[in-house]
């Protein structure tokens, strides 16, 4: 059971070029999330999905795009990267119970760097 | 009013201490408060978790104590241990219509020194 997997681990872009941050989960996962982490800053909400084929923003979607057209994989795409996107990312997935209690599992993350 | 703050931002502590991590939260709609740690390299894990009509929740080493009325609640870790060090978050989470919003807190970075 590998859980909530990333790749690639580490990547330099330079800016204005783009690319696929790739994740998939093993768990049978409704909710997936993709966040970004930026020192002092937490974990902000990038863009999310309750399902496949249904996608919204979180609180920080500007740069980025993402689909889900499996239950499994949800890849975060960046178009014309910028220095601001440089930060580590982290895809996450959860079970939503209808609580508001579900727990969220999160991928080892991707280390981009935009030079 | 959708923030989280934590504090202190790091924390050294000896070994065989408490480690003390506070946070606080004005949205009241917020229905769950769990807390994440994350080693170097790693994604977060959920490591407990409480619900705000519960004053204090305890497993192992670790407590949570959530003060509903001050809008404050923290992390206690009993005799801290060198495997202890990673950062923590607390988060806020609030139920929504189509998923469940967490908020989280900015982080502490936890060093227990032998």
């Known amino acids: 059971n590998a859980g909530v997997t990333q790749t690639p681990k580490f990547r330099i872009l330079k800016i204005g070029q783009s690319m696929t941050l790739q994740c998939a989960q093993d768990?049978?996962?409704?909710?997936m999330y993709w966040y970004r982490q930026d020192p002092g800053m937490g974990l902000k909400l990038i863009y999310y999905?309750?399902?496949?084929?249904?996608?919204d923003k979180g609180e920080v979607p500007n740069g980025y795009n993402v689909s889900r057209s499996t239950t499994e994989d949800f890849p975060l795409r960046l178009e014309l990267a910028a220095p601001s996107q440089t930060s580590v990312y982290f895809c996450?997935?959860?079970?939503?119970?209808?609580?508001?209690?579900?727990?969220?599992?999160f991928g080892s993350g991707t280390q981009l760097s935009v030079l | 009013q959708q923030q989280v703050k934590q504090s202190p931002q790091s924390l050294i502590v000896q070994k065989g201490g408490i480690s003390i991590i506070n946070c606080a939260y004005e949205?009241?709609?917020?229905?769950?408060f769990p807390w994440y740690q994350q080693f170097p390299g790693k994604g977060p894990a959920l490591l407990i978790a409480i619900r705000p009509d519960v004053s204090e929740k305890k497993e192992g080493r670790f407590t949570i104590s959530f003060n509903k009325s001050a809008k404050q609640f923290s992390l206690h870790i009993m005799d801290s241990q060198p495997g202890d060090s990673a950062t923590y978050f607390c988060?806020?989470?609030?139920?929504?219509?189509?998923?469940?919003?967490?908020?989280f807190g900015p982080g502490t970075s936890l060093s227990v020194i032998p």
């Open positions: 988060a806020a989470s609030e139920k929504k219509t189509s998923y469940d919003k967490v908020i």
């Open positions: 768990m049978n996962h409704n909710y």
């Open positions: 949205n009241t709609a917020f229905d769950y």
């Open positions: 999905s309750v399902g496949a084929g249904i996608t």
């Open positions: 996450a997935s959860s079970l939503q119970t209808g609580t508001g209690a579900g727990e969220l599992f």
